[in-house]
Nanobody, 127 residues
Framework: QVQLVESGGGLVQAGDSLRLSCTAS????????MGWFRQAPVMEREFVAA????????YQAESVKGRFDISRDHAKKTEDLEMNSLRSVHEARYLC????????????????????WGQGTQITVSS
């Protein structure tokens, strides 16, 4: 069974940067789309970013373009989310997800298209 484990969350100050990492239990990353979503209390889960199986095609939500960046390391079996200039609006639980894309170059942005999910990691931003 594939498992995804997120790490890197915590308490930061407004304006800080943070790097989240999603580690896969197997080498399934080689043909999966990997995405990051976030969910704040009483809010729906929201797409943040995704990358295709090779890591060469990436997608970001409009609200995070220029601020967040996604990257993949096949050797380490990780998918990272680099977040800069964090503000209170970014405070949420961030979840990593995988979709068996069978080497498709595009990735979905809807959470219901993803097959495997991590437990998430909380980011809290203090002002």
């Amino acid at each position: 069974q594939v498992q995804l484990v997120e790490s890197g969350g915590g308490l930061v100050q407004a304006g800080d940067s943070l790097r989240l990492s999603c580690t896969a239990s197997t080498q399934f990353l080689s043909n999966y789309c990997m995405g990051w979503f976030r969910q704040a209390p009483v809010m729906e889960r929201e797409f943040v970013a995704a990358s295709n199986w090779s890591g060469r095609n990436t997608y970001q939500a409009e609200s995070v373009k220029g601020r967040f960046d996604i990257s993949r390391d096949h050797a380490k079996k990780t998918e990272d989310l680099e977040m800069n200039s964090l503000r209170s609006v970014h405070e949420a639980r961030y979840l990593c997800a995988g979709e068996d894309a069978s080497y498709r170059d595009t990735c979905p942005i809807n959470d219901y298209d993803y097959d495997v999910w991590g437990q998430g990691t909380q980011i809290t931003v203090s002002s």
